[in-house]
Each structure stands twice: as C-alpha cells, then as structure tokens.
C-alpha cells in the first residue's frame, strides 16, 4: 500500500464519523491503545464537538494522515491546563498496513510544528514498554522515557507495562535539524 501518497490534513468537525470507523479498525488491529475495536470511547455527536473544539485551536489539534481521503492516521495534542499549560499530551495511530511508510513521521512532525508554534515547552506520551517500533519514533524526535508504568493495562488477563515519555522542546537530539 505504501506506494499511494498520504497528505497530512488537520482534522475537521464534518469528518467526525469517518474518525470512528478509523478508530473502530485500529482498535482491532493492536493492542497497543488503550481501546479495543468495540471499545471507541466517543459517539458521534461528541467526536464532533471534540473535533469542533481543536478547530482553529491554539490548545488542541488532530491531524490526519490520509489516502485518497481515507484516513489512515492520525496525531493529536492537547494542553494541559492551568499549572501545567506549558505541557500537551501526544497521541499517535496509524493502519497497520501502513506501518513503516513514513506517515507517522510525517504526523509527529506536524504536531511538533504545531506545539512550536503555539507555545508548548514539553510533551509527554505513554507507549506500550514492547512496542519498539513506536519507542523508535518517539526517540527519533528526542522522546526520552521517564519511568515505567507496571501493569498500565490489563488484556485478556496479561498485565502490560508502559513507559512514560516527554520531550522539552528546544531540546531535542537526533532530529537532524536545528532547533528553533
């Protein structure tokens, strides 16, 4: 599939249903969020709303990465309030069939420039402690883990861990790039 081009859209209200039945699948395919595939937390009229909210935000943003207007990805920041306003949570998914195509890099890189842009000062994520393939990207763009969370989620019985990352921005290693 990685031989179709994807294009990086921030998200918009209207495409709220579509986002379910994205999140519907990756639910499906991984255990590495923190719902299954009958397990999407928002119905449609509260997607909307939250889709509504990161519109023309300077606090919140989703982006989508898309195929020929399917999504197959997705990025989201939210700031933190009050006391913790300088910091934003990161969240990122992608189809796994297209894992490794270079979208998820193309994600990260557009919520970076968006906490950039809008004064953030850290981002912290929480990725599954085994999910190497994640780790990787995060560190990619100077992530560094914090701690470990024993038995974060529990599937079918199995503890699983997760490890708690951050990044300070204007301090990050590794991307190649100069820091604004």
Not at 13 to 40: C, H, M, Q, R
Not at 99 to 110: F, I, K, N, R, V
Not at 133 to 159: D, Q, W
Request: with cysteine; hydrophobic share 40%.
């Amino acid at each position: 599939m990685s031989d179709r081009q994807f294009v990086i859209e921030r998200a918009r209200p209207e495409e709220a249903a579509a986002l379910l039945d994205y999140l519907k699948i990756i639910g499906g395919e991984t255990d590495n969020l923190s719902f299954g595939a009958e397990e999407v937390p928002l119905s449609l009229a509260a997607e909307q709303d939250y889709l509504r909210t990161q519109c023309d935000s300077t606090d919140h943003a989703q982006y989508f990465a898309k195929v020929d207007g399917e999504i197959i990805g997705t990025a989201s920041l939210n700031r933190r309030s009050n006391r913790m306003s300088h910091r934003g949570v990161f969240g990122i998914s992608l189809k796994k069939a297209w894992w490794g195509c270079g979208a998820a890099s193309a994600l990260t890189e557009a919520i970076l420039a968006f906490a950039r842009e809008n004064g953030f000062e850290q981002l912290d994520l929480e990725v599954r402690s085994s999910n190497a393939r994640a780790i990787h990207l995060y560190e990619k763009y100077g992530f560094r883990k914090l701690c470990t969370f024993p038995n974060f989620f529990k599937i079918n019985g199995e503890h699983i861990d997760f490890d708690l990352m951050i990044l300070e921005l204007g301090k990050e290693e590794g991307t190649g790039r100069s820091q604004a």
